[in-house]
Nanobody
Framework: VQHIVESGGGSVQAGGSLRLSCEVS????????MAWFRQAPGKERGEVAA???????AYNASVKGRFIITRDNAKKGLYLQMNRLKPEDTAMYYC??????????????????WGQGTQVTVSS
């Protein structure tokens, strides 16, 4: 991955929504597993949502039903629609991607390329 750039973070009240965007410079982007991670102060970085090369998605239990991850290969974009935000969603959000092969898939991706992150702050 040449570069990863996140955007769309901000401050919002609990119950509000935000949409994060990520531009991933990689080819062919359709062969990349992609995911959103987040890291709150004093906590480890953890996966929020992931999407494989076939568009199948997986979510952390804490965001399932509230967040939606999508990808647009034509735009080399990854997105995270965050609804019904809670104060505990406050964190720096990171986009990541890793090249895979059809026989391997995205079941055990090893992410090592990260963007600079975008801050999400949810107030109660």
């Amino acid at each position: 991955v040449q570069h990863i750039v996140e955007s769309g973070g901000g401050s919002v009240q609990a119950g509000g929504s935000l949409r994060l965007s990520c531009e991933v410079s990689a080819d062919p982007i359709s062969s990349y597993c992609m995911a959103w991670f987040r890291q709150a102060p004093g906590k480890e970085r953890g996966e929020v949502a992931a999407i494989d090369t076939d568009g199948r998605t997986a979510y952390n239990a804490s965001v399932k039903g509230r967040f939606i991850i999508t990808r647009d290969n034509a735009k080399k974009g990854l997105y995270l629609q965050m609804n019904r935000l809670k104060p505990e969603d406050t964190a720096m959000y990171y986009c990541t991607a890793v090249l895979t092969e059809p026989v391997i898939g995205c079941s055990l991706p090893y992410y090592e390329d990260w963007g600079q992150g975008t801050q999400v702050t949810v107030s109660s």
